[in-house]
């Protein structure tokens, strides 16, 4: 499942530097060149990377900076020499704009910092825990940390913090989608349906 924002719009500069010379392809340890060719080799690569976390629990780590940015450097490793870094350029989904990059390090801190103060939302009733879990999912959805694997990044992150506070999320249970328009509601800051989401793939209710 992708995040749905995988392409940018960049009205800045004409070329992003993270995309091979008059391209919008990312540049990538493969050095595929097609676009198609790349988001299905991405596509199989990272399935069997997010079933390793699931399944093995490869990445572990505090819910803070450095927990985020090694679920995204396990998942893209493969593929991305950026993979576990944060995004040097400014962009833009449609009428969104993401996080300016330089100030991607300072609002996460901030946000997990809170997330901290919140407890890892431990101990909350499960319709607590979706309206917080969604909060947390679309403010650093609206951070945006990585020029790509944010969408993937995120829900593993959630997903990880929903098994330290009890509960077993599976994300194949709700359509990309429905995810999707979810996502999108919150950027005006309704998490209903986002939270809604959550509370049905909790497997565990």
Request: hydrophobic share 35%.
């Amino acid at each position: 499942m992708s995040s749905g924002f995988s392409k940018y719009d960049r009205k800045q500069v004409s070329q992003s530097r993270y995309c091979y010379p008059e391209t919008d392809v990312l540049i990538n340890k493969e050095n595929i060149s097609d676009a198609k060719a790349l988001s299905q080799f991405e596509a199989d690569i990272t399935l069997i990377r997010q079933y390793e976390l699931e399944k093995e629990e490869p990445v572990k780590g505090r819910f803070g900076v450095t927990h985020l940015k090694r679920i995204h450097a396990y998942i893209f490793q493969d593929i991305y020499p950026f993979a576990g870094k944060f995004r040097l350029e400014d962009i833009s989904k449609g009428s969104t704009f993401f996080c300016r990059s330089e100030h991607i390090e300072d609002n996460l801190k901030n946000l997990l910092s809170e997330l901290k103060s919140d407890h890892y939302l431990r101990g909350l009733e499960l319709d607590q825990f979706a309206e917080k879990a969604a909060y947390y999912m679309s403010e650093i959805n609206m951070i945006h940390p990585f020029r790509e694997g944010n969408g993937r990044t995120i829900r593993e992150f959630i997903r990880q913090l929903a098994l330290y506070c009890g509960y077993d999320i599976n994300w194949s249970l709700i359509d990309k989608d429905t995810l999707l328009n979810a996502m999108i509601a919150a950027v005006d800051k309704d998490y209903k349906p986002l939270s809604a989401c959550i509370k049905k793939i909790i497997e565990n209710k």
